[in-house]
Nanobody
Framework: VQLQASGGGSVQAGDSLRLSCAAS????????MGWFRQAPGKEREFVAA????????SYTDSVRGRFTISRDNAENTVYLQMNSLKPEDTAVYYC?????????????????WGQGTQVTVSS
């Protein structure tokens, strides 16, 4: 499985960005997907996850209500809509592909990772 993330950029606090992650090399079937992020000097942390059908989602507390994860199984793509961005959202964002069907926050349940896309939010 290859994952290609895109959509990052430099924005002002309060702005929005939409990240995309296109999967190839494997049928985008009953697999959950997730987004993680890593800020300089910090460990990679969970941001959001979505189950295979799109009906179940999970968010870390700091982004709940501002970020929305969604997926288009026909296009093998998962999205992360990020609204009301804050400087503390600055990080490299990674999409990840799990062999499990349920949404999960656990890093070790994700088998494949994208290359990351930089999001920078200035105040």
């Amino acid at each position: 499985v290859q994952l290609q993330a895109s959509g990052g950029g430099s924005v002002q606090a309060g702005d929005s960005l939409r990240l995309s992650c296109a999967a190839s090399g494997r049928t985008f079937g009953r697999n959950s997907m997730g987004w993680f992020r890593q800020a300089p000097g910090k460990e990679r942390e969970f941001v959001a996850a979505i189950g295979w059908s799109g009906g179940i989602t999970s968010y870390t507390d700091s982004v709940r209500g501002r970020f929305t994860i969604s997926r288009d199984n026909a296009e093998n793509t998962v999205y992360l809509q990020m609204n009301s961005l804050k400087p503390e959202d600055t990080a490299v964002y990674y999409c990840a592909f799990s062999l499990n069907s349920r949404a999960t926050q656990r890093r070790n349940e994700y088998r494949y990772w994208g290359q990351g896309t930089q999001v920078t939010v200035s105040s």
